[in-house]
């Protein structure tokens, strides 16, 4: 049941962020109980230095037990959209923006100019070049992106956009719906990307599958009902029971 709700929460949450630019949908994944059991016993890297007993995790009265929650990277849909200053990233790599609690990564594209000519996000956190500082647009001038992030006005260039790719994307979380940060605090900077490329008037959206999503919820749903169900009527024999035997003779 404890599996059955947490899948439905994470799916519902999902549906909810259907429309959110850059989301990255969450799954989880499980294995059943006898699974976990076994390797915990195999995997001698488990054994404690002492003779304490290895934990092995809650029991689920051998149903399925939810082992961890995790991103789903994958792309989202290429929408077109002609503002100059949506971007749709190709490849693996993430935008830089500076927010009051460091900085941020995000396939988010969705900028636009502040007062002052800054490129922020719809937050108003500034997207940030490679020197680590926001890009400030001066002039009227019509706003060329270049694929590999170079920003122009008027035949001459303005700035570069800071793109990163995370080697391993498991160090890193989520910080709200579509920003993400390294799970260690001292990690080192990630890499300059060398195999993303802009698209400008592009923007990627979130990569939940609506309806799969939706007939997930269905599915997770009716399964705790069901489990539910069950729970309820062991409740009701073990009472039986229990009253059962308060009237044998002694």
Not at 116 to 134: D, K, M, R, W
């Amino acid at each position: 049941m404890r599996y059955r709700a947490h899948e439905v929460e994470v799916t519902a949450n999902n549906i909810a962020n259907v429309t959110t630019d850059g989301f990255k949908r969450d799954r989880t994944a499980l294995r059943s109980f006898g699974d976990i059991l076994a390797s915990r016993i195999y995997d001698p890297t488990g054994t404690p230095p002492s003779n304490r007993p290895v934990p092995i995790g809650t029991m689920n009265i051998g149903g399925c037990v939810a082992e961890s929650q995790y991103i789903d990277f994958s792309a989202g849909p290429p929408r077109v959209t002609g503002n100059p200053l949506d971007l749709f990233l190709q490849g693996p790599g993430f935008f830089a923006v500076q927010t009051a609690n460091g900085i941020r990564y995000t396939r988010n594209g969705s900028f636009s100019l502040d007062s002052t000519g800054q490129i922020v996000n719809a937050s108003g956190e500034p997207l940030l070049n490679t020197a680590g500082t926001s890009i400030r647009i001066t002039s009227p001038a019509p706003i060329e992106i270049r694929a590999n992030g170079e920003v122009w006005q008027s035949g001459a260039p303005v700035g570069l956009i800071q793109i990163i790719e995370f080697p391993d994307l498991n160090s890193i979380e989520k910080e709200g719906y579509t920003m993400f940060r390294p799970i260690d605090p001292n990690q080192p900077p990630p890499p300059a990307a060398t195999t993303t490329t802009v698209e400008q008037g592009t923007i990627e959206g979130s990569n939940v599958d609506p309806v799969g999503s939706l007939v997930q919820l269905i599915v997770s749903q009716r399964a705790y009902e069901a489990a539910a169900k069950a729970v309820d009527m062991f409740n009701q024999s073990m009472t039986r029971v229990s009253g059962e035997l308060g009237r044998l003779p002694g």
